[in-house]
């Protein structure tokens, strides 16, 4: 449960229908499994007790008392289990049949809650047998305790508090207004579902949508537990299609498996969260009955797969279809930037990297969408102390192949001057010494921008800012920064894309790009080769860019993101490893700051920026020691 991990289940079991007692030993049987999973909510299919397809069984005496019998049979043999258990039981009251959830804790029935939207079009003809419920909740009497039998209740759970759990019933998923959203508004974080919903062609892909779409909408957690072949197939084919869903995204599904679990953890503070960012998500104070609910505070094992690049898609066609997507939104942003600012030139600062190759694809997608000459891109390298041969070589190649103009203005002289100027030796490789190469090259590109009419193309990316890796007022300065929302592991994805799609010399240049090690090239080279090679400073960019998601993205503590990383990364660096770079991030991240509250314009693409005019708001002078202590305390 810590971290507001909550291990959920959704379990299709064997069952024959109309047998309730062989039912309650099969569902009882899976309690123990999810019990020895460290399983807290427990969902089975709609009327799992007796089976859906009982037809007018359901009203026989013998078939209702057999139902009982089997429902306290499986509340009796629950009591060890510290799962939130709901289970699908026809319920008679007051001369009316109804389609409930029974929902156990501890070997008790605390509560029944009755499917409100009962169907009787196409195949389904509940209404024959059972009536709805929308008159709220009452209290009823039922194995000699008093307890709660209606369709508004939630159950809170102290630890963790932000999860709160609401049900509904099959068809209450598919109608235009389902109790899901009022049970959400109420505080449900996670939403049950006890469902029989048979299988035809087409509709497992629609209930994954549905069910996705639901709980994107909700911010919540989605558990949909379906009827399994057991159930008759005189007219319908019943497959247990159960699915685990977490704010729109699919964590586990299953079909054809019966008698075995579909499991998962829900993230409730993660959602949580979600819903605090988001002013658009209002609570209510309807009349719903919160039922208080205690589980045992044990550590969830996680079977959910965070991933190492979250970024970046592992699926290479949607890979591919991301990064088409992305290059055209960079080059529609500067197009109209472009446009607005009357530039008659894009002026680039090529280095041969990787964020400067990125920047100058995008301007030339810009130029072609605005069809105009490429050669009134300008692409301007600046050796000084640090450029090797590689580097320079493949920016002038690059150029060439993309047909943009190019031009070399050698900074060396000019940082010397500047250097005799301010008093700073040569010999000493300070910060000033690599600062004011940085500066003196942003001055060249600006004057030149100035000269020629144009504007100036900043290169830095979104893991740059994160970490303030980038000098101020130097390549931190630009007239539209077309990287800014683009981390490193994207970058080089980005770039890889262009080169398998491109057939000429610009391939294989790009290739050599990829393969070349990432370095601001500040410091003077060793025997032609980078000597400074950025990694080896910051740390590991794919590190960084998963600290920068979780914590940007879902409010994740460092504990938490340390968690989270180690089993991602658990075969490329150790728990050591990891807590260093991760206590080296939270530092920069602060310290950084004052660099992106002045950040140039620049296109959102993705769900995590660090603009201050647009996702990210923090002040320069934040104190980090809550971050840090948290870091540091981490044992690894």
């Known amino acids: 449960m810590r971290d507001g991990f909550v291990k959920v289940a959704a379990a299709s079991p064997e069952l024959k229908v109309a047998d309730p007692a062989y039912n309650a030993g099969e569902i009882v049987d899976l309690i123990r499994k999810a019990e020895s999973l460290g399983v807290k909510v427990l969902v089975f299919p709609e009327l799992a007790i007796t089976g859906y397809t009982c037809g007018d069984l359901f009203f026989q005496k013998s078939l209702q008392k057999a139902a009982d019998e089997a429902l306290l049979s499986v509340i009796k043999d629950s009591a060890s289990s510290d799962a939130l258990i709901f289970v699908g039981y026809p319920y008679l009251y007051r001369g009316k049949l109804y389609n409930t959830a029974a929902v156990i ?101 629609y209930r994954k949508k549905l069910i996705s779409s639901v709980s994107a909408r909700l ?72 039922i208080p609910v205690v589980f045992r505070e044990e550590a969830t094992k996680l079977t959910r797969v965070f991933s190492s690049h979250p970024f970046v898609p592992s699926d290479e066609d949607e890979r591919n279809s991301r990064c088409e997507s992305i290059l055209t939104l960079q080059a529609y942003g500067l197009k109209k930037r472009l446009v607005s600012a009357k530039a008659a030139k894009a002026v680039v600062g090529l280095s041969g990297g990787l964020d400067s190759t990125l920047a100058l694809l995008v301007t030339v997608r ?122 490193k592991t994207l970058v080089r994805y980005l770039v890889r894309h262009t080169a398998d799609t491109m057939s000429n010399e610009a391939s294989l240049v790009l290739y050599d790009i990829l393969a070349t090690p990432v370095s601001p090239e500040l410091l003077p080279a060793k025997d032609g080769q980078i000597s400074q090679v950025t ?26 993101i340390f968690r989270i990383a180690c089993d991602s990364f658990r075969s490329d660096y150790s728990p050591a490893f990891i807590k260093k770079w991760l206590t080296v991030f939270v530092r920069r991240f602060f310290q950084q700051q004052f660099k992106r509250s002045c950040l140039p314009d620049g296109p959102k693409v993705g769900t995590v920026t660090l603009s201050p005019r647009s996702d990210w708001r923090m002040p320069s002078d934040a104190s980090l020691d809550a971050w840090l202590k948290e870091a540091e305390a981490i044992e690894a």
């Open 366 to 487: 810009a130029f072609d969408f605005l069809k105009r000459d490429r050669k009134d891109i300008i692409a301007i390298t600046m050796p000084c102390f640090g450029t090797t041969d590689r580097t320079r070589t493949n920016a002038e190649k690059l150029a060439s192949s993309l047909g943009v103009t190019f031009q070399t203005v050698d900074i060396t002289k000019s940082v010397l001057q500047h250097f005799e100027d301010i008093g700073q030796s040569v010999d000493d490789l300070s910060v000033t010494y690599e600062n004011g190469q940085a500066r003196e090259r942003t001055q060249v590109l600006m004057d030149i921008a100035n000269k020629c009419g144009g504007i100036v193309i900043g290169t830095g990316d979104l893991s740059e800012l994160a970490l303030g890796w980038a000098t101020y007022n130097g390549d931190h300065m630009s007239m539209y920064g077309v990287n800014s929302s683009i981390p």
């Open 105 to 205: 804790k501890g070997g008790r029935l605390i509560a029944l809650i009755p499917k409100k939207n009962i169907p009787s079009y196409g195949e389904f003809y509940e209404t024959r047998w059972f009536t709805p419920w929308n008159d709220g909740n009452v209290s009823v009497d039922l194995f000699d305790s008093s307890l709660m039998f209606g369709n508004r209740i939630i159950f809170d759970a102290s630890v963790p508090s932000t999860l709160s759990i609401g049900c509904e019933i099959c068809e209450d998923l598919w109608v235009p207004e389902s109790p899901s959203v009022r049970l959400a508004m109420n505080g449900a974080t996670v939403i049950v579902n006890l469902s029989a919903s048979d299988e035809i062609i087409g509709k497992e892909e």
């Open 219 to 290: 911010a919540a957690g989605y558990v949909y537990a379906d009827a399994a072949d057991g159930e008759s197939t005189t007219d319908m084919v019943f497959t247990g299609s159960n699915i685990i869903a977490e704010n729109g995204t699919i964590l586990s599904s299953s079909m054809f498996r019966n008698n075995e679990l579909t499991v998962s953890e829900i993230d409730t503070d993660r959602l949580c969260y979600e819903r605090q960012r988001m002013n658009t998500f209002t609570y209510e104070a309807d009349d719903y009955d919160h």
């Open 535 to 560: 990694e080896d400073i910051v740390g590991p960019y794919e590190l960084h860019d998963f600290f920068l998601y979780y914590m940007i993205r879902f409010g994740y503590s460092p504990r938490k």
